[in-house]
């Protein structure tokens, strides 16, 4: 059964083939994506999105679509992906909340669905955030999750670029 998990505004939930449009919106604008890499492309947006769906398929879990409960409209990207961190294999908690849309507590709203989703799963015993040192934001919302500071690295997937690391025991 896909993944839906509500919270008093949004919905979180599985990617579907259909996506990419909606989500394509997000992932292109320069504005939410000044922190990755780059923007990305339309195969990039296909891939992440081929990406979850094998995740969901091996593990259960993956990236889902952040919608307004009220509206169904598609403002987000939250969950869960097991990755290479550091050097090191994790499970790996990302947010990503388009620009128009910042400030209004969806990020942190979203991220606290993602790792009580976590928390219910007992093979995941620790969860990691990690951000550009200069993405204030993203900081903040781990910090509120009662994420701790576990030092820093230079990210060879982000422009070799001083990263921040977080992480929670769940």
């Known amino acids: 059964m896909p993944v839906a998990i509500e919270t008093a505004r949004l919905l979180l939930r599985e990617y579907q083939p259909g996506d990419h449009a909606a989500l394509h919106t997000l992932l292109s604008d320069p ?12 195969a990039q947006t296909e891939a992440w999105i081929e990406r979850q769906l094998a995740s969901y398929a091996a593990h259960g879990f993956g990236r889902w679509a952040v919608c307004k409960r009220e509206t169904g409209v598609h403002i987000g990207d939250v969950g869960l992906m097991r990755t290479q961190v550091n050097g090191r294999d994790e499970i790996d908690l990302g947010y990503i ?5 910042w400030r209004q507590g969806y990020a942190l709203e979203a991220a606290r669905a993602a790792l009580a989703f976590a928390r219910a799963h007992p093979a995941i015993a620790r969860v990691v955030a990690n951000m550009p040192h200069n993405h204030h934001g993203s900081r903040r919302v781990a910090e509120a999750l009662g994420m701790g500071y576990a030092g820093d690295f230079i990210n060879a997937r982000n422009r070799h670029i001083r990263t921040l690391l977080y992480v929670i025991e769940v």
């Open 31 to 42: 504005v939410t994506m000044q922190f990755w890499p780059a923007p990305f492309t339309p």
């Open 97 to 101: 909340i388009h620009a128009p849309f």
